[in-house]
Every structure is written in structure tokens, then in C-alpha cells.
């Protein structure tokens, strides 16, 4: 199999699954629950963390990773009090399907959306989940009835597989929450500013910062070195092999098939403007890893 298969599927499927939490549509949901929607991390939080149940913030932010600790105190368990777990993965789906309603309405009785959830739910049921704790509560949910609730709920495993085993990649390569962002700043993913909602201060970025340099990762600006590009490099060549299992049990003439039916609502998020153009993601920003 390509080994820069998994990397361009996640591509494809990352906008589809994160609309969640930039929609109207969405946050329309969240402040029916009483969620402050006048920034989006109250509800971002909600939604991605209600399959693990009432988690608390220890939990969160090891989920999480890239979060700082104090910005997670300031939601969890706090949304936990607005509605507790089950309410909001009942509205997490209604948000799910006002998302697609919007922007996806005429693909949804299409054949080949039909055949895009098949080959979803497929590459989901094989993901692996030991060790990947949100993979594992979002697979452990009940199935949606609706296919386009069940293509969500699909990609949403396969987002979180990946993110899972990113984060164990990250550990393997020494690289601490707050670093993980620094180095990521520093070979240009995005400008230092979009982490903001990450929630570090400024002393704590340069701290991290600091033991970047002394490993040298980073020089005395912040940049990457080449020490630095060649380590984050090595972390999403692991990321990549991480996340192949459910593209391998798939195939790839099939995985080349869902990334082409998945193109239509890719585009259709992009084009809807909602999405930051300069995520933190590293969506189409940071060139894939040299194998």
C-alpha cells in the first residue's frame, strides 16, 4: 500500500468530520442546551469529549493533549453541568444532521453515497482501537440509522484513530503538549497566533520553546532547524503508519474510491467558508512526510 495513503485520506475526510464544530448549524444546537456559543470551545468540548462520558479534566486534557490544562478547567467539567453526556450526544447527531442537510442535501440519496458509507463504516470496523481511547468511545457508540449520521459517526472513528495514534506518536518522539504545538508553529503549520485557543501563556510557549532549542529542534527566532524538520517529519511518518490499518483492511483501489466520492463534501466544506484557512490541523499547509 502507498504509504502516503492514510495521510491523504485523512485529508479528505477532516473537513467533513471537524464542520462540527465551526457550523451555524451546530452551534444553533449547542445554545438550544444552553451552551455559551459566543465562543466556540464551550461546545467544542461537549461534543468531542461526551463519548467518554463525564470526563474530567485529568482525562480531557490526556485526550486532548495539545490543550492547555488551565483552558480545560475553564469548560470541564463545567459543560457537564449545562447537559450531561447522552443529552448531548443526542444533540451532537441532530447538529450532525442539520451540518449535512445543509451543505450535503443533494448527495444524500445519491447511489454513491450510499456506497460511500459502506466503504466508511468498512475502513471503521477495522480500526483498531487499543490504546486510542476516542476511537475507541466513539466506536463503542449505537449506530445511527440515517446513513449520513452513520457516514459521520464513521469518519469520526477513523479522525480520532489517527488522532490517537498521533498523539502516541508524539510521546514516542519527546514532545510534551505545549512542545508539540511549538515545533508545529515552527515549521511553518500555522502562525504562532492560531494556537491561542490552545490556552498557554506566553511564558509557557517560551519555556517550551526553550527546551526545543536545547535539543535543537528550534534557533534562537523559533524556527525549525533542520534537527527540528527532520524530528516532526519522523512524528507524522509514525502518524501515517499508525493510521493505516483500517486503509490496508480497506484496500487501496477502494480507498482511492472513498476519497473520490468523499471529494463532493469535502469541497462543499471548504467552499462553505467556515472552516479557518489556517487551521492548526496542518490540512493542505505542511508538506506530507519524506519517506
Known amino acids: 500500500m502507498d504509504r502516503a495513503l492514510p495521510r491523504r485520506a485523512w485529508h479528505h475526510l477532516e473537513p467533513v468530520h471537524a464542520a462540527l464544530y465551526f457550523m451555524p448549524e451546530a452551534f444553533t444546537e449547542a445554545a438550544v442546551l444552553g451552551y455559551d456559543v459566543s465562543d466556540r470551545w464551550p461546545s467544542y468540548f461537549a461534543w468531542r469529549a461526551a463519548p467518554l462520558g463525564a470526563a474530567g479534566p485529568e482525562l480531557t486534557c490526556a485526550t486532548f493533549y495539545s490543550f492547555s490544562p488551565a483552558a480545560v478547567a475553564r469548560h470541564v467539567p463545567a459543560v457537564w ?29 445519491s447511489p454513491e453515497f450510499a456506497e460511500l458509507v459502506a466503504l466508511a463504516r468498512r475502513a471503521a470496523d477495522a480500526a483498531d482501537t487499543a490504546g486510542r481511547p476516542l476511537a475507541a468511545a466513539n466506536a463503542g457508540l449505537d449506530p445511527a440509522d440515517e446513513p449520513h449520521l452513520a457516514l459521520w459517526q464513521a469518519l469520526t472513528v477513523l479522525r480520532e484513530h489517527r488522532g490517537d495514534g498521533h498523539l502516541a506518536a508524539l510521546l514516542a518522539h519527546g514532545l510534551d503538549p505545549c512542545e508539540s504545538l511549538v515545533s508545529f508553529a515552527a515549521i511553518g503549520a500555522a502562525p504562532v497566533e492560531n494556537f491561542a485557543g490552545r490556552g498557554w501563556t506566553a511564558e509557557e510557549w517560551s519555556a517550551a520553546r526553550e527546551r526545543l532549542a536545547a535539543r535543537g529542534w528550534v534557533d534562537a527566532h523559533g524556527a525549525a532547524t533542520d534537527a527540528g524538520r527532520a524530528g516532526r517529519n519522523e512524528v507524522e511518518k509514525l502518524t501515517d503508519r499508525l493510521a493505516a490499518g483500517p486503509w490496508a483492511a480497506l484496500g487501496a483501489e477502494r480507498t482511492e474510491r472513498f476519497m473520490e466520492l468523499m471529494l463532493p463534501l469535502f469541497a462543499a466544506v471548504i467552499q462553505s467558508g467556515r472552516l479557518p484557512m489556517r487551521s492548526t490541523l496542518g490540512i493542505a499547509t505542511v508538506p506530507p512526510p519524506v519517506w
Open 81 to 109: 453541568t449545562v447537559a450531561d453526556p447522552p443529552t448531548v450526544l443526542a444533540a451532537r447527531l441532530r447538529a450532525v444532521d442539520a451540518v449535512f442537510r445543509s451543505l450535503h442535501r443533494e448527495h444524500l440519496a
